[in-house]
């Protein structure tokens, strides 16, 4: 996979590409500001871009701002967004863009658990929505209607979900058969009048509906 | 306690007041009146002895325009008689002074001579009726005379009242109403927009220096753990540090949220809003119907209120439900935080509220709660925007 990079810390900037190589992706450029991001994905092509919210020149959320108008410009471009905090009003902004197919917004302590984070880019890469776990947390204390109607195992099921977990990691991590899960997972479905057609679509349309 | 000013020693119990030096203090300054007003009518006489009328009349606004100074010293030296508040400095002193100047010569001075004439003079000549009027009855200038002394007490409450309101009134044209007041809200404000800069180099130089560093340390301890035997005693150490530094992460992410909100500086008051709300234990409505952006100071206050509201409520309401709502009525930001808790809120009792109130008094808020035994707790915060 051909991946950028855009981190304005160079120690972490560096550790990321060697990370990310080690595990056979080829990191075609790496930057250090919004603007040099923008330029990077235009030259290159990647096929997904690592990025920090918090850059160069502002210090606000850039990075954040760079994603976006790069999912605005090519909405099947693969985009992982990373940040020392995470916040439900910037996962919610980011899986607005393109339907919230191939995005990820991680806290930047994932890097840490090396596999789990590759295997989290590897699913963005794939299409998949990747939210953070601690995201996740604060939307199950709100209160929210539709959510209302899910049981907590429904409930627990879908933050899983929303964690971009396939139905085999869900079974595990629950103790539970894989068929269990999809008998889950299809009464979320029901109970949140996902359309049975928008057949594949629809884990991603549920963690939009866990958002919003 | 200790009186500052004539009328404040007004409201005391009649004998100590009686006892106090205050009505001398105000007779000292009725009877100051005197002073200008005999050099006044010297001057007036001297202009029109010396000159022809046409002249004289030029004269009279030329020496008024001359004394201004003078008379805005004399005014501001005796008002200590009755009133012990400093005058604060204010910026248009010179147009106040003339102010006081003309208010005086056209009118108080000579009110002062006559309330003085008819309050003293009157008893006095009821007591001393035995003497100026020796041809009257003894037994009618005797009770002339005790008439007189009964008077006295009456007449130190009316010379009294007379000084304390001149002296406000020569207060209220040398320095506005409110203005020391002002000046010490702009002066708090000012201190709190300084905490408010610190807060946010703190935690930028947080976020760009140990937070990086931990991030970059957890990834190294991750990278390391890959190259160990999953079974060996080293991969067991570092699997072992690497936790240790997930979790100074996560308490240094805590702690740098309560420094400062880079949401709020970022995305507005409804975003940080919906965010904290989202942290809180006690599931929260939140509904923030704002177009815009809010002045910062008003934002980080809000922001403030609403923290602290929902961490109070989640450590004391036993609420199962809770409400956020937002919203700007005629120039006003009006928040509201509502739980059905157990109610009880004493707004004497913890510091959160008395905090709350204090915080809020700088960007000229309100905090008004109802919170009767037995809940519901509803809070509202009124804060202008102009």
């Given at each position: 996979?051909?991946?950028?990079?855009?981190?304005?810390?160079?120690?972490?900037?560096?550790g990321?590409?060697?990370l990310?190589?080690?595990?056979g992706?080829?990191?075609?450029?790496?930057?250090?500001d919004?603007?040099?991001?923008?330029?990077?994905?235009?030259?290159?092509?990647?096929?997904?871009?690592?990025?920090?919210?918090?850059?160069?020149?502002?210090?606000?959320?850039?990075?954040?701002?760079?994603?976006?108008?790069?999912?605005?410009?090519?909405?099947?471009?693969?985009?992982?967004?990373?940040?020392?905090?995470?916040?439900?009003?910037?996962?919610?902004?980011?899986?607005?863009?393109?339907?919230?197919?191939?995005?990820?917004?991680?806290?930047?302590?994932?890097?840490?658990?090396?596999?789990?984070?590759?295997?989290?880019?590897?699913?963005?890469?794939?299409?998949?929505?990747?939210?953070?776990?601690?995201?996740?947390?604060?939307?199950?204390?709100?209160?929210?209607?539709?959510?209302?109607?899910?049981?907590?195992?429904?409930?627990?099921?879908?933050?899983?979900?929303?964690?971009?977990?396939?139905?085999?990691?869900?079974?595990?991590?629950?103790?539970?058969?894989?068929?269990?899960?999809?008998?889950?997972?299809?009464?979320?479905?029901?109970?949140?009048?996902?359309?049975?057609?928008?057949?594949?679509?629809?884990?991603?349309?549920?963690?939009?509906?866990?958002?919003? | 306690?200790?009186?500052r000013?004539?009328?404040?020693?007004?409201?005391?119990?009649?004998?100590?007041?009686?006892?106090?030096?205050?009505?001398?203090?105000?007779?000292?300054?009725?009877?100051?009146?005197?002073?200008?007003?005999?050099?006044?009518v010297?001057?007036?006489?001297?202009?029109v002895?010396?000159?022809?009328?046409?002249?004289?009349?030029?004269?009279?606004?030329?020496?008024?325009?001359?004394?201004?100074?003078?008379?805005?010293?004399?005014?501001?030296?005796?008002?200590?008689?009755?009133?012990?508040?400093?005058l604060?400095?204010?910026?248009?002193?010179?147009?106040?002074?003339?102010?006081?100047?003309?208010?005086?010569?056209?009118?108080?001075?000579?009110?002062?001579?006559?309330?003085?004439?008819?309050?003293?003079?009157?008893?006095v000549?009821?007591?001393?009726?035995?003497?100026?009027?020796?041809?009257?009855?003894?037994?009618?200038?005797?009770?002339?005379?005790?008439?007189?002394?009964?008077?006295?007490?009456?007449?130190?409450?009316?010379?009294?009242?007379?000084?304390?309101?001149?002296?406000?009134?020569?207060?209220?044209?040398?320095?506005?109403?409110?203005?020391?007041?002002?000046?010490?809200l702009?002066?708090?404000?000012?201190?709190?927009?300084?905490?408010?800069?610190?807060?946010?180099?703190?935690?930028?130089?947080?976020?760009?220096?140990?937070?990086?560093?931990?991030?970059?340390?957890?990834?190294?301890?991750?990278?390391?753990?890959?190259?160990?035997?999953?079974?060996?005693?080293?991969?067991?150490?570092v699997?072992?540090?690497?936790?240790?530094?997930?979790?100074a992460?996560?308490?240094?992410?805590?702690?740098?949220?309560?420094?400062?909100s880079?949401?709020?500086?970022?995305?507005?008051?409804?975003a940080?809003?919906?965010?904290?709300?989202?942290?809180?234990?006690v599931?929260?409505?939140?509904?923030?119907?704002?177009?815009?952006?809010?002045?910062?100071?008003?934002?980080v206050?809000?922001?403030?209120?609403?923290?602290?509201?929902?961490?109070?409520?989640?450590k004391?309401?036993r609420?199962?439900?809770?409400?956020?709502?937002?919203?700007?009525?005629?120039?006003?930001?009006?928040?509201?935080?509502?739980d059905d808790?157990?109610g009880?809120?004493?707004?004497?009792?913890?510091?959160?509220?008395?905090?709350?109130?204090?915080?809020?008094?700088?960007?000229?808020?309100?905090l008004?709660?109802s919170?009767?035994?037995?809940?519901?707790?509803?809070?509202?915060?009124?804060?202008p925007?102009?």
């Open positions: 996979m051909r991946v950028v990079i855009a981190e304005d810390a160079v120690l972490l900037r560096e990321l590409a060697g990310l190589e080690r595990f992706h080829s990191v075609v450029a790496q930057v250090g919004a603007p040099a991001l923008v330029a990077a994905v235009g030259e290159h092509r990647p096929d997904a871009v690592v990025t920090d919210v918090r850059m160069p020149p502002g210090f606000a959320d850039e990075g954040l701002r760079a994603a976006l108008e790069l999912r605005a410009r090519d909405p099947h471009l693969a985009v992982l967004v990373l940040s020392q905090y995470v916040e439900q009003t910037y996962a919610a902004e980011l899986l607005e863009s393109g339907d919230g197919a191939g995005i990820g917004y991680l806290l930047k302590d994932r890097i840490g658990d090396v596999r789990e984070f590759v295997e989290a880019l590897d699913r963005v890469a794939g299409g998949g929505t990747v939210v953070d776990p601690e995201v996740v947390r604060q939307l199950l204390r709100r209160r929210r209607d539709p959510l209302a109607r899910l049981t907590p195992r429904e409930q627990q099921v879908l933050g899983l979900i929303a964690e971009g977990r396939t139905n085999a990691s869900i079974a595990k991590e629950l103790f539970v058969t894989e068929a269990a899960v999809a008998k889950h997972i299809a009464n979320i479905f029901a109970k949140l009048d996902l359309p049975p057609e928008s057949d594949g679509h629809r884990r991603v349309l549920a963690v939009l509906a866990y958002l919003r | 306690m200790l009186d000013t004539a009328l404040e020693a007004l409201t005391q119990r009649p004998m100590t007041f009686l006892g106090s030096a205050w009505p001398w203090r105000s007779a000292a300054y009725l009877l100051g009146s005197a002073v200008p007003g005999v050099a006044a010297a001057v007036a006489l001297a202009t002895a010396l000159a022809t009328v046409p002249l004289g009349l030029l004269a009279v606004p030329v020496v008024l325009a001359l004394s201004v100074p003078l008379v805005a010293w004399f005014e501001r030296r005796r008002l200590r008689l009755v009133d012990g508040v400093p604060p400095e204010v910026p248009d002193r010179r147009r106040r002074e003339a102010g006081v100047a003309i208010m005086t010569v056209l009118a108080l001075w000579w009110i002062d001579l006559i309330m003085l004439a008819f309050t003293v003079a009157g008893p000549v009821l007591i001393l009726s035995p003497v100026v009027q020796p041809t009257t009855a003894w037994q009618i200038a005797t009770a002339a005379s005790v008439a007189g002394v009964l008077l006295l007490p009456v007449a130190a409450y009316t010379i009294t009242a007379w000084g304390g309101a001149r002296g406000a009134m020569v207060r209220a044209v040398l320095a506005p109403q409110g203005s020391e007041l002002a000046e010490v702009r002066s708090r404000a000012r201190l709190v927009d300084a905490f408010e800069v610190e807060r946010r180099r703190i935690e930028r130089d947080l976020h760009d220096g140990a937070q990086q560093r931990l991030v970059s340390l957890s990834m190294t301890l991750g990278l390391a753990r890959l190259d160990l035997p999953d079974d060996s005693s080293a991969a067991q150490l699997g072992r540090a690497h936790g240790e530094a997930k979790q992460l996560a308490e240094l992410r805590e702690l740098i949220r309560g420094v400062h880079q949401v709020l500086t970022d995305r507005g008051l409804g940080a809003v919906r965010d904290v709300a989202g942290r809180s234990p599931p929260v409505d939140v509904r923030v119907e704002l177009d815009g952006r809010l002045p910062a100071p008003v934002e206050t809000a922001y403030y209120v609403v923290s602290e509201a929902l961490a109070n409520l989640a004391h309401s609420a199962t439900a809770a409400a956020v709502t937002a919203r700007v009525e005629g120039g006003t930001l009006v928040v509201e935080v509502y808790g157990v009880g809120a004493d707004p004497g009792g913890g510091t959160g509220l008395t905090g709350l109130a204090d915080r809020l008094s700088v960007v000229g808020g309100r008004s709660l919170s009767p035994a037995g809940g519901p707790t509803l809070i509202r915060v009124e804060i925007c102009g």
